[in-house]
Structures are given as C-alpha cells and as structure tokens.
C-alpha cells in the first residue's frame, strides 16, 4: 500500500489538493480537498440586492457569466422583475460565447498537455510557420542556462505520453491557436457584456446594452471563426484522443447520478433541459430536495440544510474536515454536474437532436454509450456541447429584435425571497436570495464544482470525484498523471467550489 | 533564435501605442521585449484569494497576442494556471524559481492574514509562501483588486482578514520594489505594458496608491463619451436610457482609468458604452462600503 498527493493539482482554476492511497496499482481511497476560502455569502449580507451579481461574478474568473445570471435570476424572482425577450437572448448569447471560451481553454490549455508528448516539438523539421516559432523559442530555451527552460510547458509529470509525432505536433499547434479562439469568443461575449473576464451589462431585469444592429453581425462573424474551429479541430482532436487513450474510457467513472438545472432561456423554458438521472432513471428536478452538508468541511453548522437555511461559519481547526467545500446532496445523494450530465439528461428527457448528436459522435469516436461516463466521455461531451450552443447561437441571433427593449422597468421591493437556478460551463449552479427591508439577508450559492468535488457527506459517502478516483491504474514512476486525467476531466473549478 | 529584431519592433509598436507612450519609447520597448524573450526577466506568477480573472484578462492581451506572450515573452517559470508542471513538480518548480531569485513576482489575489489556512498551496499557507517569494524577488506586482486593495474577499465581516500584498510584506519586513495595478479585472494592456516597463525602465512613476500615473492618472469621466451629455443634464434614470449614467450610480466621476478611451476585449466594447454603470473596479475602495451601492435604483425618490 503506498499514497499519492497531487499538491497543488495545477491547470485547473484555484486550488485543489487529491490524496490517494493505492493498493495493487490502484486507487482504492481518494480525498479531494479544497484549499482556498473567501466568504463572498457572509459579505453580501447587508447590502444592496442590485450589489449581488457584480459581486458574485467575481466568485469566478473563467464562469463569471454564469453567476451573473444566477444572481440575475435570483434577485428578479425575489423582486417580481420579468426580462423581456431579448434580455433573454442576449444573455443567452454573452452565456453561450463564455461557454465555448471556457470548454476551448479547459481542453487544449488545461488538460492537453496530459495527452501530449510536449518533446517532439525539439525534433520538428516541417514548415508550419506556428510549429516553426515555437521550435525555436524551445530551441533557445532549452540551450539557454535559464533555471527553467521552456516554462510553462516543461518541467511536467513522466508518463505515458504518446509516439505518435504527428499528434503531438498537432496539438500543440491546435494549443496556440486555441488561445486565439478563446480570445475571439470573449470579444463576442464583451460585444453584449460590456467586457470579459466579469461582465458589466447584465443586471436584474435584463441586460443594458439593447440591440445594435452593428454588434449582432459583428458578433455573428466571429462566432463563425470560433464555430469553424470546434468543427474542424477541437472535435476531431477529442476523438483522436479517444483513440490515443482507449484506457480512458473505462476510467474515471463517476457516481450513478446526473443533475443538470436547465440553461440557456426560449420563451418560458429552457433548451437544454433540466432534470435529474438516478442511476438511469429520470426524474424532474424538485429543488427542495437539495441540501449542504458540512460533516467534513471546515465549517459548523446544524446539520445537513437546504440553501435558503444554509450557514457560513468558519472553523479551520475543525476535527475530522479536510476541505473548504461543503458536500451537496440531492436527496441525499452525490451528483455529477457538467456537460456529460446535461447531455446525458437531455437525451433522458427525450431531446431529438441532442440524442442524434450524440449518435453520432459515439459512431465517430468508437466509445459506447455506456463508455460516456468516463474521462474520455466528458471531454467528449464538453467538446460536442460546444459545437452544439455554436450551432444554436446562430438561431439567437436571428430571435433577436432591434429596437425592442432588453431591460425590463425596475421596481423596488423590501422583501422577497428568489432561487435563480442556470448551468456554468461546469455544471448545475444555483443563487438563493432573501431580501429584507430592501437589504440582502442571506445569500446561498452551490456551485457545479462544489458538487463534483464534494467531500464526504454525513454518512461518509465519498464525492463524485474522489469516487470517479477509485480504481484508477497508477503507475508508481508517474507521480499521480493518471489520476490528474480524472480529475481534470472533470473542469475543477475551486473558486467557484469554495466561494 | 530566428525571431527578427523587426517582431520585436513590430510588438514593441504596437504596445507603445496601446500604452500611450512616446514615439521616442520604441527603441526602449523593443530591447525590453527582446530581453523578456530571452529569459533574462523571469515571472512567477502566484495565486492567492483570487477568482483567476486577472490571469483570464491577462490572456485577453492584444498586442502582444496570448501565445507570443505565454511563449516567448513572459517567461512564466510558474503560473498555477498555465504550468505543465502539476503536484511534486509543481512543488519542485516553484521552489528551483525561488531559489534562483532575481525574478518578478506577479501576485493576484488577496492574503488572508486573518486565516492563514484559508489559502494553502503544497501544505503551506499562502502568506509564508508569499513571504518566502517575496524577499527573492526583483520587484512585486500586484495585479488586480484583490492584490492591490484587499478587493472583494476584504470587504465586510472579512472573516479570513483578507488584505493586500503591500500588508502581508509590511509585517513580515520585506523591502521590495512594490507596485499595483488595480481593476477587477486589470485591463491586459495594463499588466502587459507595466510589466515591459518595470522589466526595462524600472519602476514607473507612481501616485500615493503605489499606481503607475501612466496607467491610472485620468479620471475616466473626463474622456467619457457621455460627458457632453453630464454637463447637459441629460441624465439616465432607469437602466436601458439614454443619457449620462450618473444618477444610476456610474463611478466614472470618481475613478482613474482610461477605460473611455481605450476599450475593453480588442476595442469591441466597454461598461459604459454597454450602457452599464462604470463600478469604480480600479478605486482602492471599490467594494468595500456596503452603504455605497453600484446601482441607485433602489435609493427613495427624494434623494436620487
């Protein structure tokens, strides 16, 4: 029996440590602990309800988006406030451009480099102007006496990196281009949010900035570029992983349950829906049923309370906890949120096109249906989601009508109570307000990371994470790689987790 | 290496302009970036009580463009972020960086000094590690709200006593070149363009919140496009009007930036001409008073 520690767990957001004891080769226990804490519910209390989404956006600087609209949603039910059409659409479209910016970085900046042989570049002879560049800053880098030559990419873990040369190359070209997509994705989302990272323009009621008629096809020629890209190369690169790393579709399965909230607004409901799969059987989603619990977070509070009840008292010292994370429950269960549980939930709740979506990419990468539930299937189910929110985005556009107001007219209110529920890039996230005397007092939010990287709950039932951990194959000499992959598979994201 | 001092000339242009700096700077910026390709101006980049929006906008820069500058000009011997390296080898990387010193460390994110445990980083709290960090670094920068100010996580009950980089070296003693860049998220052309100038012409000239004036000298309202329409009167009372935002909360009146002139994500737009408030995100105060809501929608009429 041995243990591994991957501290800090790098290229994801925040910080996060994973302890693992290994047995045979094996994970056979594995701890996820969140190691960063703010307090951003304690300090909305007492302000203004308008105060709320500026504030939570910057719970996070990759999803800032996503709490903007949760927080959005949340004060307008408190307030009675109704968005109007293209309020909606807009929103949709700043949500949906910080989607495809978010799924783009998290495979090609954050978790390519596990799959990718960074080595091979040394040996390029071709012409690829990009690869060309690149060879010689490494060249130069490495013949320098520099304390550590071609940083960022190098030092990395030993591993089983792939020979396969016209991979490697390829993905490291497809890396320095992503960064570039990315960046186009953001001056989309900027051309309705004001800016990126952390938007300015969407607010309670709506969204500021109206339709202008120049924007929205300024906005429809760079999401060609970025859609362009999803088609072409992030897709295809994803299913060549899948045919590097047969292995991966057989490791890293998670817990039997999947929640997805519903996002991206069409006259009263939403386009992907909401819903819950417990070990393969759907059920709507009934949010009463949702509850934190602190048994082995670093906090006191009276037992396991649902978000509207919910707690927020530190106690660093406390005996038996291991992370910042509180531990979610839906029924008492751990849940699996992301792109893998909204796909896997649309096709349950019976969604046509999403269902043939996923017909195809299965036929296209060879994994099975049942295979999705793995490391390779989220990466897999992150990269067809983007393609499909591009495809849709073009449809949004068209809804959109100039002239037509995007804000509703704001009424105040001193009290009232709201559940603005959305989907971040990472997964299910819900803001629960109460408002008195036109104040805030009390502020919830549960976070999609928060519930994959849950730490044991009342009954010490493990997370999402550290269960998709176990059984992992580790070989000893690669200092943890193999459980990395699983773990990034799954988008952490641990500013948002611990908030 | 086969990159032409004419890229670099090019970048430098390019940069210049973004920064509004002289013609007579180029020459200046184009040795300082070919110094930063060639390594001999490391950054270790180190993440406290941050949200990593500061390292998103970072990768938002124009000119230089994200992978020239995560490649060949920034040198990032360690970003949490970025780095290949993960667990052991991260360990390992950040401490080979801070053996060797000499480098400039790039803090974004608070210190909890209230609650050490509320930021740790391969089992050591953040605040020793920033200490350590700190006493081997050329210069400090820190980048964003939260580093230069306390931002967000130090606005009230602060349970983790979160403060700004500047606190955390003044109690442990550490003197070192110090200089902030404000903003929630700071501006990418405002982190690039001083980084190039502390790395070559040393620190710039700073007002009293340790600020470079270049960057953080203008009062944003004067150069806003809506100032004819301040002196006019021609106010905005609910969110989608026309007019001067003022009377809705807008901190443009109050804030140094040139955010008016500049424009955010490539020039497409920024938080006014989206018709949103300005939320004064470059203010040493910037929300820290809960009394000082960003919208005044829900103040009683008599006293809008």
């Known amino acids: 029996m041995s243990t591994i520690k991957i501290d800090p767990l790098t290229r994801i957001e925040g910080h996060l440590r994973i302890d693992t004891r290994v047995e045979d080769g094996r994970v056979v226990e594995a701890w996820s602990r969140g190691e960063m804490f703010r307090g951003f519910e304690a300090l909305l209390v007492g302000r203004d309800p308008l105060d709320a989404p500026v504030i939570t956006q910057r719970i996070c600087g990759v999803c800032p988006v996503s709490h903007a609209v949760a927080s959005c949603k949340a004060v307008e039910a408190a307030l009675g406030l109704v968005t109007p059409a293209n309020g909606d659409y807009l929103r949709n479209l700043v949500l949906g451009a910080n989607y495809l910016q978010s799924h783009i970085l998290h495979f090609y900046q954050l978790s390519a480099l596990d799959f990718v042989n960074v080595e091979d570049l040394l040996g390029y002879s071709g012409s690829d102007p990009v690869l060309r560049e690149l060879k010689a800053w490494a060249g130069s880098e490495v013949a320098s006496n520099r304390v550590l030559p071609v940083a960022p990419f190098l030092p990395k873990l030993p591993g089983d990196y792939p020979s396969n040369t016209q991979w490697n190359l390829g993905a490291l070209a497809h890396y320095v281009e992503a960064l570039e997509i990315r960046q186009e994705a953001h001056r989309m989302a900027a051309l309705f949010g004001g800016k990126m990272p952390h938007t300015a323009t969407l607010i309670p009621g709506g969204v500021t900035c109206g339709v202008d008629v120049e924007a929205v096809e300024n906005f429809r020629m760079r999401l060609r570029r970025v859609k362009r890209f999803i088609e072409n190369v992030y897709l295809p690169d994803v299913i060549a992983a899948a045919g590097l790393f047969p292995a991966y579709a057989g490791i890293g399965r998670g817990v039997p349950n999947y929640l997805s909230y519903g996002v991206f607004d069409e006259s009263g409901s939403t386009w992907l829906p909401a819903g819950i799969l417990i070990e393969g059987r759907f059920e709507p989603l009934d949010t009463a049923r949702i509850s934190e619990t602190t048994a082995t977070s670093y906090y006191d509070q009276s037992g396991s309370l649902h978000p509207t009840r919910g707690e927020i008292r530190p106690h660093p010292e406390k005996a038996g906890a291991y992370s910042w994370l509180k531990g979610p429950r839906y029924n008492g269960l751990a849940c699996e949120v992301g792109p893998l549980a909204r796909i896997l939930v649309a096709v349950a709740a019976g969604s046509k096109p999403i269902g043939g979506a996923v017909d195809d990419l299965l036929k296209e990468s060879g994994l099975t249906a049942d295979a999705l539930q793995s490391t390779l299937g989220r990466h897999a189910c992150r990269a067809l989601e983007a393609l499909l929110v591009a495809q849709r985005m073009e449809e949004w556009l068209n809804l959109l009508q100039p002239g037509a107001p995007s804000v509703a007219v704001y009424a105040s209110r001193e009290q009232g109570k709201g559940e603005g529920l959305t989907e971040a890039p990472r997964g299910a996230l819900g803001h629960w307000i109460s408002i008195d005397g036109g104040r805030i007092e009390r502020y919830q939010c549960i976070v999609p990371s928060t519930w994959n990287f849950s730490p044991r709950g009342e009954q010490g039932e493990p997370g999402p994470v550290e269960v998709a951990l176990l059984d992992t194959p580790v070989n000893p000499a690669y200092n943890g790689l193999e459980m990395a992959r699983v773990v990034r598979s799954f988008d952490p994201c641990i500013a948002c987790a611990v908030h | ?304």
């Not at chain 2, 992978?67 to 780095?83: E, G, I, K, M, N």
């Not at chain 2, 700004?164 to 442990?172: C, F």
């Not at chain 2, 938080?271 to 929608?297: H, M, N, S, T, W």
């Open chain 2, 1 to 304: 290496m086969n990159i032409s001092r004419r890229t670099f000339l090019k970048d430098a242009g390019l940069l210049v302009a973004a920064m509004g700096m002289g013609p007579a700077l180029l020459p200046t910026v184009a040795e300082a970036l070919e110094e930063m390709a060639t390594g001999r101006a490391p950054i270790l980049w180190l993440q406290g009580q941050s949200c990593s929006g500061c390292s998103v906008s970072l990768l938002n820069s124009e000119s230089p463009g994200p992978a020239d500058l995560v490649t060949r000009y920034l040198s990032l011997y360690f970003h949490q972020t970025l780095s290949a390296a993960t667990g052991e080898a991260a360990k390992e990387a950040m401490a080979r960086a801070i053996e060797a010193g000499g480098y400039i460390l790039v803090v974004e994110g608070a210190v909890p000094l209230g609650m050490p445990e509320a930021c740790r980083i391969a089992e050591e709290n953040f605040v020793s590690l920033l200490t350590r960090a700190a006493s081997k670094a050329k210069a400090v920068v820190s980048v964003g709200a939260c580093a230069s100010f306390g931002g967000i996580p130090a606005a009230p009950p602060n349970l983790t006593g979160a403060a700004a980089v500047s606190e955390a070296l003044e109690r442990a003693g550490i003197q070192v070149p110090l200089i902030h860049l404000p903003g929630c998220p700071p501006h990418p052309a405002w982190i690039v363009g001083n980084l190039v100038q502390v790395l070559k012409v040393g620190i710039p000239e700073l007002d009293e919140f340790r600020r470079p004036k270049r960057t953080y000298g203008q009062l944003l309202h004067e150069q806003c496009p809506y100032f004819a329409n301040y002196q006019a009167k021609k106010f905005a009372l609910h969110p989608g009007d026309a007019g001067c935002l003022f009377k809705l909360g807008c901190q443009g009146v109050v804030t140094h930036s040139d955010c008016s002139s500049r424009g955010w994500n490539g020039g497409v737009n920024w938080c006014i001409r989206g018709r949103a408030v300005c939320i004064g995100c470059a203010r040493p105060e910037f929300a820290k008073d809960p009394a000082f809501p960003f919208y005044r929608l829900n103040e009683k009429p008599e006293t809008v």
